[in-house]
């Protein structure tokens, strides 16, 4: 079982950055595809990012591609979204996620609680 734990949310003003982390309870080095999800009220959980530790490949949605960037620390075992421009319509829940397959969808095996992040206009 991998417990995951996010942190770095916050308030943020349009223009501005946040750099999200996420703390996995084991080793997911060489295991498991790692991504970022968001879900804003009212809407379904939309893919941001993942990185594959094995090959570190990185993809990300067309919406915050050149603007955000998803890395690892393996010693930490840790994984982050550096987040640059943020605009008013990404404020959300933004989830940590953790699975077998490098997917751009929803099917991860382990979520973490979420962080909220709200960008103000």
């Known amino acids: 079982q991998v417990q995951l734990v996010e942190s770095g949310g916050g308030l943020v003003q349009a223009g501005g950055s946040l750099r999200l982390s996420c703390a996995a309870s084991?080793?997911?080095?060489?295991?498991?595809?790692m991504a970022w999800f968001r879900q804003a009220p009212g809407k379904e959980r939309e893919f941001v990012a993942a990185?594959?530790?094995?090959?570190?490949?990185?993809y990300y949605a067309d919406s915050v591609k050149g603007r955000s960037t998803i890395s690892g620390d393996r010693a930490k075992n840790t994984v982050y979204l550096q987040m640059n421009s943020l605009k008013p319509d990404e404020t959300a829940v933004y989830y940590c996620?953790?699975?077998?397959?490098?997917?751009?969808?929803?099917?991860?095996?382990?979520w973490g609680q979420g962080t909220q992040v709200t960008v103000s206009s």
């Open positions: 084991e080793r997911t080095f060489n295991t498991y595809a």
């Open positions: 996620a953790a699975g077998r397959y490098l997917v751009r969808n929803t099917n991860y095996d382990y």
């Open positions: 990185m594959n530790w094995g090959a570190y490949n990185t």
